[in-house]
């Protein structure tokens, strides 16, 4: 077991997070409980940017809020001097209600709608990262409409599979997202963006897949999109201004994942992209990338309080929380693993393996499989490390369970940034049957 950024064990052999029991806060705010680290997210945070600093190249790192997007950590993001990024007109809307500055806004995503669009060209965002031919043309057509020169990326699929889970590779050429920058669509792409008035293309994106734990694959990435743009330079007189390498840094979820620091991660991206700027004889472009799961990640802890337990002798036994899925659906889809420690008894020695599950209405819904733990009991408090991403952003009402609240931790105070919900939520939005008329 190790423990993330402040957390630790206090006096009492509770689990402390940003100097707060973290005990007192399940009391306090109920449980499933999310708790954030936030001197850790700044630091993750500040990592990133002094590593490009260091290197004295013009970067932007943009936070990737599918990772978790909630007002508060878009004002955090603010504060630490990141860009945002941006994938949907609800992700949108969530920044600029928490005051981010649109123009330091990047919009991704395969499907933009197109009011998404107009939102996003009403409110001036900075950066539209355009993933196909149709959402090229409507972003023309919109810019015309609106008068204005919309900033663009043009994302590409380089044909690199990195090393990941399946359903989170995203840089292959089988992929939904981008033009394939191998077969002529990145090419026919800018020559439509180069002709089109209305839009500026600041250069090209790319974005690999995510919980990636080697360089190799921004490395071959870069060399690609730079002989690309080597060969752009002939055919278009076009030299980008920016390229975007995206995100998908791995963290450490259990004792077995190994990941590299920012600072290796960016250094090696800047060490091909300069040999490959010097190559092309090209000026040196802006660097931006979008990491989301490595400034939030292990800065998230979720507490569950334990209710009932089955033995299945001679094979396991079940320990249940009161969440799961609902509030972390990780396990279930990418058979995710994780590490979690009883947060009110840190000082019992573990007795026994067992496996913890969620109380949602399906086999699947395990958490975690084999857990070494002390003998837990009923109101014993459970504390899953490392659910900072896509946890709260990926949760949702199966079997009708509110969502957790979210609490913020930093230098011995707490503060609740996402209430939990209420079954008068989750009623909210329906419209009941009308009166039946009685015939
Ligand atoms: C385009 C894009 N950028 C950034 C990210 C953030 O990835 P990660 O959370 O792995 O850093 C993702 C998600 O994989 C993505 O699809
Ligand atoms: N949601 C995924 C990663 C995909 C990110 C979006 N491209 C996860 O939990 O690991």
Known sequence: MFFHGTSRVNDKGHLEIGGVDAVELAKEYGTPLYIYDVALIRQRARAFKEAFEKHGVKAQVAYASKAFSTMAMIQLVEEE????????GGELYTALKAGFPPARIHFHGNNKSRDELAMALEHGVGCIVVDNFYE???LDDLSKQYGVTTFILLRVTPGIEAHTHDYILTGQEDSKFGFDLNNGQADEALEKALASASLHVLGLHCHIGSQIFETTGFVLAAQKIFKKIGSWKEKY??????VNLGGGFGIRYTSEDDPIPAAMYVEQIIQEVKKQVIEMDITMPEIWIEPGRSL???AGTTIYSIGSQKEVPNVRKYVAVDGGMSDNIRP???EAKYEAVLANRMLDENEEVVAIAGKCCESGDMLIWDLPLPKAEAGDYL???CTGAYGYSMANNYNRIPRPAVVFVENGEAQLVVKRETYEDLV???VPLKAKVNK
């Open 81 to 88: 001097g990141l860009s945002l990024d941006v994938v949907s």
């Open 136 to 138: 090229l043309e409507l």
């Open 237 to 242: 007189k076009f030299v980008p201004e920016v």
């Open 296 to 298: 939030v990640g292990d």
């Open 332 to 334: 279930a889809l990418y």
């Open 383 to 385: 504390a899953v490390f």
């Open 428 to 430: 909210r939005l329906d």
